[in-house]
């Protein structure tokens, strides 16, 4: 039997402290917790655990994405990218991987398998599957199907990925294609 997929706490508070900032928090944890009593317990463990279940931060995307979707996940992600270069457990990662590879994107891109490793547990693992010069695809290779199936989170980490590429000056954008053999990371970009 396979171990339950978990992100990292940080993440999730993360979000929240976004949220927080922007005065949306209040509303969307009443949603929340009306729609789903039971992830009470799950925010509380994001103050305690290190790893917390992804099946609740997914619940909690759909709240934070209401009646908008995808669209607010991606500038989510964006704004969560920024947040993270200042503070929490990629932040060091991530700042020394823009300044030491910013004008080589691709280079630029293989800071994503660490984060992967940083911020997942049980969730296998990325691998580049092809490299280019305007491209490059990872492939989540032994990833449940809780990732694969979890669109809301995918426009997240679309935007976490684009907001990477502006930061190294690229006129670009990542998304992630789900197929038959899970899903991709795909990011393009010019010059």
């Keep these: 039997m396979r171990a339950e997929c978990q992100i990292s706490s940080s993440v999730v508070n993360g979000v929240r402290r976004l949220l927080i900032d922007e005065g949306r928090w209040q509303e969307i944890e009443r949603a929340l917790l009306e729609r789903d009593p039971d992830m009470e317990d799950w925010l509380e463990d994001t103050g305690r655990r290190p790893y917390v279940s992804f099946a609740g931060h997914r619940r909690l995307l759909e709240a934070v994405g209401g009646d908008e979707g995808a669209p607010a996940l991606r500038r989510l992600g964006h704004a969560r990218l920024s947040a993270a270069m200042d503070l929490g457990p990629v932040a060091p990662i991530l700042r020394c991987w823009v300044r030491q590879y910013a004008h080589i994107p691709t280079a630029l891109l293989h800071v994503a398998p660490y984060v992967w490793d940083v911020i997942l547990r049980h969730a296998g693992r990325l691998q580049i599957e092809e490299t280019g010069p305007h491209r490059m695809v990872y492939r989540a290779v032994d990833a449940p199907e809780a990732l694969h199936s979890a669109t809301l989170w995918h426009a997240l980490v679309e935007g976490y990925g684009t907001e990477l590429l502006r930061r190294s000056g690229r006129d670009g ?7 038959a053999r ?3 990371l795909v990011g393009t970009w010019d010059r």
């Design 173 to 179: 954008e990542v998304r992630v294609q789900v197929d």
């Design 182 to 184: 899970g899903f991709a």
